[in-house]
């Protein structure tokens, strides 16, 4: 009986093994391989993170320069930013280096994020996180210099970065943050893809910074396309719509040189849905496979 268990046992396993590997040859997954995980202690505010590089596949064949798109709030845009280019790399946009930023390690999200992507202490803010997140809040500046001397000269060290190409991917107030960078560092990234971005935050403050800008400077060389979702089309809140039609007028009026920009409101969605669809309509904007 022993016996005839143990052959059981090994014919049953033998046959998961062979039905496995005929299911792994016929319907490999669909991606991208392995990104590298990079470990980074950010000097300006003395925090940790961690940068998650993802490679396009023809890049240990090439020795091509890629263009790099940076986002922030990893846990989703990562991911999301990542199956949007294994569709459409090589098919509608130029193949490119990924890197998401991770929030500070040990960290809750809400914290870090209200630190990192808020340009001003706004401890009463009404619509931000939890009381602790917005006492932490203001710290853009610090977070942006972190980007400017050590995530990115980082990745042109060690990676074939496009110098020209760098695209900046950030949503809500990772739009707020690319707005910011946009008005008082707006070198830094080539491209801005900016998701429904949080200009309400403590009193339109990014609007101030902007009429700044605009008193010191005649130009503001970048690509800016700023979306914002409807609300599912609902009349009763039409803020973040509002601000974001008002901010591109204001940006027109500039007549800034060197500004591309493009401004849209995506009907039909709302502020948790739209990302997907922006990140593609962004890209081909950005890096389309063939000049238009």
Known sequence: MLVKKEFLLFFILGLVCFTHNVYADAFSPFGYPQFDTVNIHAASNNKDYELYIQLPPSYKDTKTNYPIIIVNDSRFAFPITNGAMALMGNNVVKESIVVGISYAKGEDRTISR??????????????????????????AKEYVAFLADQVIPLLR???????????????????LLGSYILVNRPGLFDHYIIGSPSLWYDDRVIFKMEETYAKNNKALKAHVMIYVDDNNGSAKDNRMVDNVLLFGKILRSRNYSGLTLDVAVIAGENHYSVFPGLVSRGLMASIPLKSK
């Open 114 to 139: 209200t630190r990192d992507y808020t340009p001003t202490f706004s401890p009463d803010e009404p619509n931000g996180h939890s009381s602790e997140a917005r006492k932490a809040s203001g710290h």
């Open 157 to 175: 060290k060690n990676y074939r970065v496009d110098a020209n190409n760098k695209i900046f991917v950030g949503h809500s107030f990772g739009g």
